[in-house]
């Protein structure tokens, strides 16, 4: 047994805002609580920027680099470490912050890695996050490793539609933490049901065979797994699944926090920003429509010109559209 838990954030992170650092820092937070009355004493928080092979426009170097990305997640990870202490104490030159929560000391670690961009330019394509945890895995417990996502993420996982590569073996040998996005709660019997699903398809071996062929992890690794699954399909999922709050940051108040809450719920806040900000020219029009970033962020863009070219990133939305759509939900 291990009295360490390792959490797998990844995501595009383009660009890193409040809500962002928000959820970093709700997830610790729940996680004082959750495991106050165990071993678990520390924990060791990765952010993992997806690589810039991946299919998502916004993350593409066309649009950003994946170096500018990784710069203003370096930043984000300092305004939290930053939080974090003024919340509980002080980070030791080793960077780990230790936190005492109702009598108990934990340790906190937030690195922030390369390790899907190192792992896809290795390979020459975007893997799948199964293939990056195998390899994130190394020298931890698999027991106590988490993926972090928003609750819509682990339904297109599962998602006849939208399914990821090798999603049983996926949602079988980790865990997961999902918070609510807006549309998206967390319903235990309808991922039971998709899993189902992938699982039938997988043993017929259908034409999306090849999404669950792994030469180190065939069907014979997870057999056993599936009958457990089997035996009863809701416990498994419970035991697999755990749901987060996110709190919104109390220190930003009003209409600052306007889009920065609606990270946490829809990401069209920042697909809309993309299409409009070529046709900002006022800065003082830019810095409104960026007010959901912390300020090292927002300067750092607009010191380097960054989503100059909006017409080359996803979505098509129009701002002021988006914008009033998210204000008539506060």
């Given at each position: 047994?291990?009295?360490?838990?390792?959490?797998?954030?990844?995501?595009?992170?383009?660009?890193?805002?409040?809500?962002?650092?928000?959820?970093?820092?709700?997830?610790?937070?729940?996680?004082?609580?959750?495991?106050?009355?165990?071993?678990?004493?520390?924990?060791?928080?990765?952010?993992?920027?997806?690589?810039?092979?991946?299919?998502?426009?916004?993350?593409?170097?066309?649009?950003?680099?994946?170096?500018?990305?990784?710069?203003?997640?370096?930043?984000?990870?300092?305004?939290?470490?930053?939080?974090?202490?003024?919340?509980?104490?002080?980070?030791?030159?080793?960077?780990?912050?230790?936190?005492?929560?109702?009598?108990?000391?934990?340790?906190?670690?937030?690195?922030?890695?390369?390790?899907?961009?190192?792992?896809?330019?290795?390979?020459?394509?975007?893997?799948?996050?199964?293939?990056?945890?195998?390899?994130?895995?190394?020298?931890?417990?698999?027991?106590?490793?988490?993926?972090?996502?928003?609750?819509?993420?682990?339904?297109?996982?599962?998602?006849?539609?939208?399914?990821?590569?090798?999603?049983?073996?996926?949602?079988?040998?980790?865990?997961?933490?999902?918070?609510?996005?807006d549309g998206f709660e967390l319903d235990f019997n309808k991922m039971a049901q998709n899993l189902t699903q992938c699982i039938d398809n997988f043993d017929k071996f259908t034409h999306i065979e090849t999404?669950?062929?792994?030469?180190?992890?065939?069907?014979?690794?997870?057999?056993?797994?599936?009958?457990?699954?089997?035996?009863?399909?809701?416990?498994?999922?419970?035991?697999?699944?755990?749901?987060?709050?996110?709190?919104?940051?109390?220190?930003?108040?009003?209409?600052?926090?306007?889009?920065?809450?609606?990270?946490?719920?829809?990401?069209?806040?920042?697909?809309?920003?993309?299409?409009?900000?070529?046709?900002?020219?006022?800065?003082?029009?830019?810095?409104?429509?960026?007010?959901?970033?912390?300020?090292?962020?927002?300067?750092?863009?607009?010191?380097?010109?960054?989503?100059?070219?909006?017409?080359?990133?996803?979505?098509?939305?129009?701002?002021?559209?988006?914008?009033?759509?998210?204000?008539?939900?506060?």
């Amino acid at each position: 047994m291990s009295n360490t838990i390792w959490i797998y954030n990844g995501g595009s992170f383009s660009c890193p805002t409040i809500a962002h650092q928000q959820i970093v820092i709700s997830t610790i937070n729940f996680l004082f609580e959750y495991y106050l009355f165990s071993n678990i004493s520390t924990i060791e928080y990765y952010i993992e920027p997806v690589s810039d092979l991946y299919s998502k426009p916004s993350v593409k170097p066309e649009c950003i680099s994946f170096e500018d990305r990784f710069k203003m997640l370096s930043m984000m990870v300092d305004n939290i470490i930053k939080t974090m202490c003024e919340l509980y104490s002080h980070a030791d030159k080793k960077g780990i912050i230790r936190c005492i929560y109702k009598g108990k000391i934990y340790n906190i670690k937030i690195i922030l890695e390369p390790l899907e961009q190192e792992i896809s330019h290795q390979r020459g394509m975007y893997v799948g996050t199964y293939e990056y945890l195998l390899e994130f895995q190394k020298g931890k417990n698999p027991d106590n490793i988490y993926l972090l996502f928003g609750a819509d993420n682990i339904y297109s996982l599962l998602s006849p539609i939208k399914r990821w590569k090798n999603p049983i073996h996926l949602f079988l040998n980790y865990k997961f933490m999902a918070y609510s996005r807006d549309g998206f709660e967390l319903d235990f019997n309808k991922m039971a049901q998709n899993l189902t699903q992938c699982i039938d398809n997988f043993d017929k071996f259908t034409h999306i065979e090849t999404d669950y062929q792994n030469k180190s992890n065939g069907i014979e690794d997870i057999s056993s797994k599936i009958e457990l699954f089997k035996s009863n399909p809701i416990d498994f999922v419970n035991k697999h699944v755990i749901k987060v709050e996110i709190k919104p940051d109390p220190n930003i108040a009003g209409e600052q926090d306007i889009l920065a809450l609606a990270e946490m719920s829809s990401s069209k806040a920042r697909q809309a920003l993309y299409t409009d900000l070529k046709y900002l020219f006022k800065p003082d029009d830019i810095k409104e429509r960026l007010s959901f970033l912390a300020p090292n962020i927002l300067e750092f863009i607009l010191s380097n010109g960054l989503y100059s070219s909006g017409e080359i990133c996803e979505g098509k939305e129009n701002f002021s559209k988006i914008k009033s759509e998210l204000e008539s939900k506060l």
